[in-house]
């Protein structure tokens, strides 16, 4: 089972390193890994995606607590928080394609961030789902680069996680 886990860390230099030197040191991996400062600049929120049933995500969390520059985990459940990943695609294209490249964008209300005259740099977001969809639609046209964020996720209302 896949978990969601949003870690609340003291903005310093090293935090990230010895977070994820926890994961390693206990041999699990991590899916996916955001991190980016909060409103507030002295803290940053580190999602991660981890995989583990409940007694495996519960270890983690303890095992982070522990750690001193860490300030909160939540275990952000699906159907309680709001989930997105980003994603820009650079696609081969030319006079030939561009209209239909540009019709999936529009289908998957992405957008164009740059044209070039053998290329489209696509930005799109979504679940994983999305964003997968739209490369397999995309392919056939010739994918040059793809970078994807990995999730990001808030709790839904007004709860804080």
Not at 2 to 30: C, D, M, P, Q, W
Not at 55 to 67: A, D, I, T
Not at 71 to 85: F, Q, Y
Request: hydrophobic share 45%; glycine share 6%.
């Amino acid at each position: 089972m896949r978990h969601t886990l949003a870690v609340l860390v003291e903005n310093k230099f090293g935090v990230l390193s010895r977070v994820a030197g926890l994961f390693a040191r206990r041999g699990y991996n991590i899916d996916s890994l955001a991190v980016g400062v909060t409103e507030d600049p002295n803290v940053s929120r580190m999602t991660l995606v981890v995989r583990g049933d409940d007694h495996v995500v519960e270890q983690v969390s303890k095992q982070l607590n522990k750690l001193i520059d860490v300030i909160r985990v939540t275990d952000l459940g699906a159907d309680e928080s709001v989930e997105r990943e980003l994603a820009l695609i650079k696609v081969k294209s030319d006079k030939d394609t561009r209209a239909e490249i540009i019709q999936i964008v529009d289908i998957f209300r992405a957008r164009i961030v740059d044209v070039a005259s053998k290329s489209i740099t696509i930005e799109v977001t979504g679940d994983e789902e999305k964003i997968a969809a739209i490369e397999k639609l995309l392919k056939p046209f010739g994918i040059k680069e793809l970078v994807r964020t990995g999730r990001i996720a808030l709790t839904r209302g007004s709860k804080s996680s």
